[in-house]
């Protein structure tokens, strides 16, 4: 299949994507138990979207497999580039699978300074994506995304923002809202969302650049004043789309399980089923709906094209940030 997508057109790409997942043998969905625990690594630390993925994939798992875990385990740094770096030193025996992201792993090698390359990362399954989202406190005298580019233009460089990790989704995000507002504020790393949860409940940064699902999860403590979505996020009503204020931004951060390279191609395929079975449980389903996560589905046999198609809608982002001309 072609798939053609870009990062004016992430859910309809995932549409295309979930209708060829749709037309695979019903036995190739009906994906059986492991034979073992899996050994599930995390790239961030807990209390982010990374984490609260792996948590409700760990749960249904358990569910549908009594008799095996998802054992998490957590090796943050380097925004996920520690890791990523190290992924391939695990044994590749189909049980060790790792959190992975995008637009993450394209972006860092770029700059040169995480120990690993974008091939040496071995996705199998892309399971959910998060719409970028600029995200303030309640308390915030910005109640609109007006009010915020107001105030960035009358303190130029004063305003801060919080988000996941150097080269990412959320410093693309940031760089993204200097230019398109015309202003300058700072972007403030942190190893992942859950790391920056208490600065910016603590009033430390005036806000983050974020997802909506941030949003959704601390909805009584912050607002979202803008999303990058096509329409409106049925839990954020009152939150207006980039483009109903006249903005061309659809774009966000996708998340997935990648293995080591010496994994057989066996293997990878029933990790592949086995999570588009996990992705198609009702449970699974409401906890993402409930948590502000988009499903997606992209497996080993759409991989390859998929891949190739974000290679070229990130090679904008990269000039955007600075990482190429």
Known sequence: MSAKCSSSGLFTCASAFLAALLLLPQAARAQPCPEKSIVYWQAFPAGGESD????????????????????VQYKPGAGGGLMWAQMNSLPGDGLNIIGINLPHIFLQPLEGQVQYKTEDVTPVYWFHYTPDAIIVLQTSPAKTYQD??????????????????LNSANHAAHERFNQIAGVKSTYVPFKGTGDLTTAVLGGHV?????????AINNKSKVRAL????????ALLPDTPTFKELGIQWI?????GIGVPKSTPAAQRKRLSELWAALNADTEMKALAEKSGFELVDIGVEQMDAFMKERARAYGDVAKRIGLTK
């Open 52 to 71: 609260i993925s792996a948590r409700h994939q760990q749960a249904v798992l358990k569910r549908r497999c009594p008799g095996v875990d998802a054992i």
């Open 226 to 233: 803008a999303v990058a979505m096509d329409n409106r996020h």
């Open 148 to 165: 915020l580019v107001r105030a960035a233009k009358e303190q130029p460089g004063k305003l801060s923002f919080a988000g996941s990790g």
């Open 206 to 214: 005036s806000g983050a650049m974020s997802y909506s699902a941030f």
């Open 251 to 255: 774009d966000g951060a996708y998340r």
